[in-house]
């Protein structure tokens, strides 16, 4: 699909949300649909970077180091702005996995900072982000942002999104939120390449086992994975246990691994960090 039907779509898709929500038919002026069509654009498409063509092994697109970073292999042209414009294009209209395109609300492409130094990686979007179009908005992101807001940023300051940019689907007599499973990550994972290589950030913070499954292909238990640096893409990867699990996990102790790993991500980002701050969930 080229950018101007890409465009087409998406303003097809505003159209038919507006009708649905005020009723009754929506019309153009023949001056309107004339300047349109004459936008279309006569130069072909250029060419996908090569980590994201066809006949790109799938299996690589979740091992740490077998894909060059993509701001040196064919990134678009133009500057950060147009070049995530033209990314978030692409994802909202995503229809790659049937399934889940029949199943979700919207899909969830992230938020926060473009320039961000800091992005958190989750899994995939749960009921609540699957409504409200933004990852972690739900008891588990209220967790993720106080976190956020202790470490000394705003939640806009750093970039928060998933590995998975639709929910995953579920059986009509089941609630709840799924895994997302290893195919259905290896089909978006290039989606969240481009970001990280569009924003550039200093730190990757992974929400969770299963993100970290996602990213780099490693199944082992987060207990095994937290605590210590990995890498993706050649940037310092930092594991840690989700949100959720806190949620579900209310020890003292619990909550001090998580902070640990973030007090880890302040020190390699330079950031200074008080005694007050050090002491958190701290057992005396």
Avoid at 11 to 21: A, G, K, T
Avoid at 50 to 66: E, H, I, K, M, W
Avoid at 223 to 247: C, K, N, V
Avoid at 249 to 268: A, F, H, P, T
């Amino acid at each position: 699909m080229s950018p101007f039907e890409t465009s087409l779509k998406i303003i097809h898709e505003s159209l038919r949300q507006i009708r649905s929500q005020r009723g009754g038919a929506l019309r153009a002026s023949a001056e309107s649909l004339t300047r349109l069509v004459a936008t279309k654009p006569q130069a072909t498409e250029p060419a996908p970077p090569s980590f994201l063509r066809s006949n790109a092994d799938p299996a690589a697109l979740s091992v740490v180091g077998t894909i060059a970073p993509p701001s040196s292999a064919g990134a678009p042209a133009g500057d950060k702005a147009t070049r995530w414009a033209e990314l978030r294009a692409r994802v909202i209209v995503c229809e790659k996995c049937p399934h889940l395109v029949r199943s979700r609300t919207q899909v969830v492409f992230g938020v926060g900072n473009i320039d961000a130094e800091l992005m958190f990686v989750g899994e995939a979007p749960g009921e609540d982000e699957d409504l409200q179009g933004e990852p972690f908005v739900g008891k588990a992101g209220q967790l993720l942002t106080k976190i956020i807001k202790a470490m000394g940023f705003e939640r806009d300051e750093v970039y928060i999104g998933n590995v998975l940019k639709c929910r995953p689907d579920m059986p009509p007599e089941k609630s709840g939120n799924r895994k997302p499973k290893p195919d259905e990550m290896r089909t978006c994972l290039p989606y969240l390449i481009e970001q990280i290589a569009i924003i550039q950030p200093r730190l990757l913070v992974a929400l969770g086992a299963t993100a970290m499954e996602g990213l780099t292909g490693n199944t082992e238990p987060m207990s095994r994975q937290r605590g210590r640096w990995h890498e993706f893409q050649g940037i310092p990867l930092m594991a840690t246990y989700h949100p959720a699990y806190l949620l579900r996990n209310q020890s003292i102790g619990e909550k001090r691994k998580v902070w640990e790993d973030m007090l880890m991500v302040l020190e390699r980002l330079g950031k200074p960090v008080t005694e007050k701050q050090r002491g958190f969930f701290s057992q005396r």
